[in-house]
T-cell receptor
Framework: GAVVSQHPSWVICKSGTSVKIECRSL??????MFWYRQFPKQSLMLMAT?????????EQGVEKDKFLINHASLTLSTLTVTSAHPEDSSFYIC????????????FGQGTRLTVV | GIQVEQSPPDLILQEGANSTLRCNFS?????LQWFHQNPWGQLINLFY???GTKQNGRLSATTVATERYSLLYISSSQTTDSGVYFC??????????FGTGTRLLVSP
């Protein structure tokens, strides 16, 4: 299977600060990556689609100014949680697929964000 | 949007028992995947199964796309099988919609 690496695995930050999370595809190129959020004991919800070289597309209800996404290369997408608040505390996880046609999605290890 | 429901929501098994997890979806899908989420949150790919039947060791899965459901079979369960099992479907835009999940606890 393909390898998707996410960093950091966990982070604690103070309210009002920003946190950047990286998602890398290690052994394949991905023009599209996806960011999900999971609250405790709930399912995963898609936040946004990260498109290499263009703007991300956000799901309904997700604030694009709070969750900044940059997909600067074919192997790296970043999610920045800006002006974090305690309600942003959650598990964030990215996924990617190999280019070309419908294929299996692979996920990073996830990042547990705690805002204090 | 598409609805993806899993059953049962919770399942407790004795080690060695067999189980069947179900995933129902409300619309046609291009792809379907099964995942195991371990206690650390990592999603482990189990099956990529838009249709048909696949087996991998003690696990097997069947998707009947025309009837909009998929089944995951776990045989001879082990304590390491504990965790949350998700199915997720792709309706054609490469975005995965996750099911509600089944929380499995296998006791020794």
């Amino acid at each position: 299977g393909a390898v998707v690496s996410q960093h950091p695995s966990w982070v604690i930050c103070k309210s009002g600060t920003s946190v950047k999370i990286e998602c890398r595809s290690l052994d394949f190129q991905a023009t599209t990556m996806f960011w999900y959020r999971q609250f405790p004991k709930q399912s995963l919800m898609l936040m946004a689609t990260s498109n290499e070289g263009s703007k991300a597309t956000y799901e309904q209800g997700v604030e694009k100014d709070k969750f900044l996404i940059n997909h600067a290369s074919l192997t790296l997408s970043t999610l920045t949680v800006t002006s974090a608040h305690p309600e942003d505390s959650s598990f964030y996880i990215c996924s990617a697929r190999r280019q070309g046609g419908p294929t299996e999605a692979f996920f990073g290890q996830g990042t547990r964000l705690t805002v204090v | 949007g598409i609805q993806v429901e899993q059953s049962p929501p919770d399942l407790i098994l004795q080690e060695g028992a067999n189980s069947t997890l179900r995933c129902n979806f409300s619309d046609s899908v291009n792809n379907l995947q099964w995942f195991h989420q371990n206690p650390w949150g990592q999603l482990i790919n189990l099956f990529y199964i838009p249709s048909g039947t696949k087996q991998n060791g003690r696990l097997s899965a069947t998707t009947v796309a025309t009837e909009r459901y998929s089944l995951l079979y776990i045989s001879s369960s082990q304590t390491t099988d504990s965790g949350v099992y998700f199915c997720a479907v792709d309706t054609g835009f490469q975005k995965l919609v996750f099911g509600t999940g089944t929380r499995l606890l296998v006791s020794p």
